[in-house]
């Protein structure tokens, strides 16, 4: 089950750690929009409003590639064993993540806006490891109870279609954190800065 969390971990950050896509185009939004629809674009996958934002259906394509090549390229490069980890035990993690990720919920208000510079504050849920540990051990108990003769190879898979499932349900309701976003206008647009991503990834996967 270590293992299992520790791919689900760098599985997670990896989808939020991807480049920058929002380009150059007219001033159209304010910061706390700029911030939601790339919020939108990037966990959601809702293209609704990215034109606003100056983002091509092309950028947007060559961004969910180059994501989905960086989270399986953290599988292949994982310690487990790709006779525990096979291609649809990957596959399905990745769904289940995608899944999971889109069902966080998020309010942007905005903190302070001077010439070319602003900040905004993102409220977003976050995914308590804790508290999926928690889950899944249960679970995988129950299982092993069940049929007392699995292997370790089978317990191991079994975890990760576990803690996949329970990813994929979604962060609970009352688990929030807050994040200060910093962006600067560039080109006429509202851009977060280099750690947007990154800063994000953090608080929505608490390890306690």
Partial sequence: MKNSKKILAVALVTVMSGTMLISCGKPKTSPEDTAKIYL???????????????????????????????LM?????????????????????????????????YEVTPVSTDKDTAKVNVKINCFKF???ATGEQQKITEEVTANPSMTENEIIQESLKIAGEEIAAGPEKDDTTTVEVN?????NIWVPDDNFENDISKVIISMN
């Fill in 40 to 70: 939108d674009v990037v966990l959601k996958n809702d293209k609704t409003n990215m034109d606003k934002i100056g983002m091509t259906e092309d950028e947007y394509n060559t961004y969910v590639n180059k994501e989905e090549d960086l």
């Fill in 73 to 105: 390229g953290e599988f292949e490069t994982s310690s487990v064993s790709s006779n525990i980890l096979t291609d649809e035990i990957k596959t399905n993690l990745k769904n289940n993540i995608s899944t999971g990720i889109s069902k966080l919920d």
């Fill in 130 to 132: 804790s508290k999926l």
């Fill in 183 to 187: 962006l600067t206008k560039k080109n």
